[in-house]
């Protein structure tokens, strides 16, 4: 029995809430690792402490974010199974592996040595002590390769062959997996991604430090290593935007059309609409604004690749339904028992196109007994709603050129030893810190939404990839992870907000300024200095 | 590939069940510390030794479950399927109570309140106690079968319910697990402390690994005699691909005493665990804690693999329809998928086990009072 459309569109939910909410945690977590092993690098060379308090403040802002990180991607490693168990099956032969190999190559040298990170400092030369905090970001760096790596495949499924036998993809090539195209450009793209989020964390707080003249020179030390970390990512980014991958993959030129509101194929090379209404009935943006050739060069890296545009990739859907028809026909006779040479060899040859005739599943249980306003309906269903893609798509590009911006006036005025006075590009910076995970969490909505129909591009429809569960389990579910999700989040922001305004008086060395007032003041004053209330 | 599909089955059953040792062996004292938290814990002071006597560790440990739900779905992806969306309840409370010991631990000393760290010390005793319950819940369900069965296309319905699972047998296994894994908690901390609280994780150990005795012998005896136990009858040769259905089989009591009388040397495993416990028990009267530790691992391990024997070549039978039981020979990934994660597996995990064991000889020795004074400010 297949899974009710309650229980898909709660399902979706679910891994949307689940999803965007752990990865409020692993930008930061991929960018402060690296930021963190470049402030101590700087203690390990020069042997001055201020470093050491840098890399020792920042890394408590960094555990804060981390623990959050563990517990949110718990839930990640384990909802395939309870709530894509149709999926897990269809793909677990390929999408399983990358997936375990994050555990063993990733995630158990992260996890393994961040312990070290916090608790290790007394107990551990400088340089082993270096390496532990480098081996953290190496970690979780190479975790996010894996985790994208099975991404990417899901994007565009190289490497793998259906089996009629076993009723699921079966692994063909390792190498193609892990040399996948779309996996390197989103691995590139989205750990860059992380590396801004946590350069603009350090460049914000350090300019609230500076606004507020505390801590000058520990701020200013973090402020420059943020500057020159975040202009490189923020380079990275832009330059090595993930769209560059979407022209492999059938789906992925689906996603390409549909952000840039492609309704119809232009000639080589295309114009990219800066600005418009998209309209999904009409199949036009209304109010365009265009400028020529710029799509064509960004998407295919050519002047004379075209982009096919929605309605004529709309044409190509439906004979690929057509075509999945009788694959699944065919498929039928084999799990009979006819399994002559003559069928096999029929089925090899429409099985690139069962995906498709899957789309039908949501229609008639039979496939093949579609009438032609199923498969018409099945055609619409290929083409994600494109607003919402248009919209993420814009929000991304324009926070990254604001990104570039902040970043290297930042940089700019850094070296010309002139950062003080420009007070509004400090306060600019710390209104800042929450546009890059605005960024990122469109970027998610970009690169997921705009894969459906599907969960395997072209192979499986998300409404066969879900669990056969009851939709009481899924509110349960559901309102788990919500409450608990917020109440933890609550926390996280509380300890975040006092840790940032007490800055590296938190340490406890004595060096700064929250004790320094307090010394200063008569001895009658036994109280601690008052942490800063956040709500005030 | 030097291993026939056959051989790479047996194999990977075997890895499955290193995974899940490794899980019990290291984050298992970390459920136990978690459960003796509030209690053997009298004051701030106390708790922080607690804390800190995992505190650096218990991340890393934490992984072996991470790894072992990834090698599942790797190796076994209609398993992973098939128990984590059937058991899916278990599971999401499993989640919940996971979610309160990464953020405990780092959150509970920000603080300075005292009620601020109480709160926490009861989530990590949730965060204890609740995992080994659960999955030992689960496994205990396993052995009695569990009620799923496969469409035409695979798709796994499952009609049990949480409520169902907490059943005598599903909660004996689940006590029996706590026992177990409070018993390895409190012999890791007589090595990890000293002083009052050695004392009474001393006393706890002791109790702990005779209630798990009582446990694991009744849990024994209930295998044998009172529930049954599923066989296969028939089924396509070992080394080809085959789904679940394209076997029979049979409910039968005694059935899960089969391998026992099979392979008489597999008598040794439920032994070792039996030995084990006991001589916890002894070792922990004569203060020798090291040993304790190490032989209530040994009970960890015998107690984990009785199950896993008696089930062999199962890994979730199903009650409702027979033949959709998972087997290592039917719920596995294709030869090739196998082949390469063998590989992977090979050069990985003596890795881990090479780092992991840096990690703790760097943080060897006792946690004391005075060294949470001493570290005020950055010890957990």
Known sequence: ?536 | MIFDYETLKVIWWAFVGVLIIGFALTDGFDFGVGMMLPFVGKTDGERRVLINSIGATWEGNQTWLVTAGGATFAAWPLVYATAFSGFYIALMVLLFSLFLRPVGFDFRNKVADMRWRNAWDWGLFIGGIVPPLICGVAFGNLLLGVPFHYDDTMRVEYTGSFFALLNPFGLLAGLLSVAMLLTHGATFLQVKTEGAIEQRARAIAIVAALAALVLFVIGGVWIALGIDGYRITAMPDANSAFMPLAKTVTIASGAWMDNYARWPLTKLIPALGIAALVLTVLLSVWRKAKLAFVSSGFAVAGIILTAAISLFPFIMPSSLDPRSSLTIWDAVSSHKTLGIMFWLVLVFLPLILLYTAWVYRVVRGKVTLQHIADNEHTAY
């Open chain 1, 1 to 536: 029995m297949l899974p009710i459309d309650e229980v898909v569109n709660l399902s979706r939910l679910q891994f949307a809430v689940t999803a965007l909410y752990h990865f409020l945690f692993v930008p930061l977590t991929l960018g402060l690792s690296w930021i963190l092993v470049i402030m101590e690098a700087v203690y390990v060379m020069t042997g001055s402490t201020i470093y050491k308090d840098m890399t020792r403040f920042w890394g408590k802002l960094f555990g804060i974010n981390f623990a959050m990180g563990v517990a949110t991607g718990l839930t990640l490693e384990f909802q395939f199974g309870t709530n894509w168990s149709y999926y897990s099956h269809y793909v677990g032969d390929i999408f399983g592996t990358p997936l375990a190999i994050e555990g063993m190559a990733a995630f158990f040298l992260e996890s393994t040595f961040v312990g070290l990170f916090f608790l290790g400092w007394d107990r551990l030369s400088r340089v082993q002590h270096l390496m532990v905090t480098f081996l953290v970001a190496l970690g979780s760096s190479l975790s996010a390769l894996w985790i994208l790596i099975a991404n990417g495949w899901m994007n565009n499924p190289v490497g793998a062959e259906f089996n009629f036998e076993t009723m699921r993809m079966e692994l063909v090539s390792m190498s193609d997996v892990i040399f996948n195209p779309v996996a390197q450009v989103k691995f590139v793209h989205t750990v860059a991604a992380g590396y801004v989020t946590a350069a603009m964390f350090v460049l914000g707080i350090s300019a609230y430090y500076l606004l507020k003249a505390r801590d000058t020179a520990f701020a200013l030390r973090s402020f420059a290593i943020a500057a020159g970390f975040g202009l490189a990512a923020t380079l990275s980014v832009i330059v090595l935007g993930d769209e560059s991958g979407y022209t492999a993959g059938e789906v992925n030129k689906v996603k390409l059309a549909a952000i840039e509101a492609e309704w119809e194929t232009q000639p080589a090379p295309a114009g990219i609409t800066v600005f418009g209404l998209p309209n999904d009935k009409t199949q036009h943006t209304d109010y365009a604004v265009k400028i020529p050739y710029v799509l064509g060069l960004i998407g295919t890296r050519s002047v004379d690749t075209q982009i096919i545009g929605i309605k004529d990739l709309k044409k190509e859907h439906e004979v690929r339904i057509r075509n999945g028809m009788i694959a699944y026909a065919v498929l039928t006779r084999l799990k009979s028992g006819d399994k002559s040479p003559a069928t096999r060899a029929e089925f090899d040859k429409l099985k690139q196109d069962l995906g498709y005739g899957l789309l039908l599943k949501k229609y008639t249980p039979n496939v093949v007994d579609a009438t032609p306003e199923q498969i018409a309906k099945a055609v619409d269903d290929t083409i994600p709603k494109v607003a919402p893609l248009f919209w993420s798509f814009r929000g991304m590009v324009f926070l990254g050129f604001l990104f570039l911006f902040i970043f290297s006036a930042s940089f700019y005025f850094l070296v010309r030893k002139q950062l003080a006075p420009q007070r509004w590009l400090l306060r600019l910076a710390l209104f800042s810190i929450p546009l890059p995970w605005i960024a990122a969490e469109l970027g998610w909505v970009v690169a997921e939404y705009g894969r459906q129909p599907w969960t395997i591009a072209g192979i499986l429809p998300t409404h066969l990839s879900a669990s056969t569960l009851q939709p009481g389990s899924l509110y349960f579910s559901l309102a788990g992870f919500i409450l608990f999700y917020t109440f933890l989040l609550v926390v996280e922001m509380i300890l975040m907000i006092k840790y940032a305004r007490r800055g590296p008086s938190s340490l406890h060395t004595g060096n700064y300024h929250w004790e320094l007032e307090e010394q200063n003041k008569p001895p009658t004053s036994r109280a601690l200095p008052p942490i800063p209330h956040p709500a005030s």
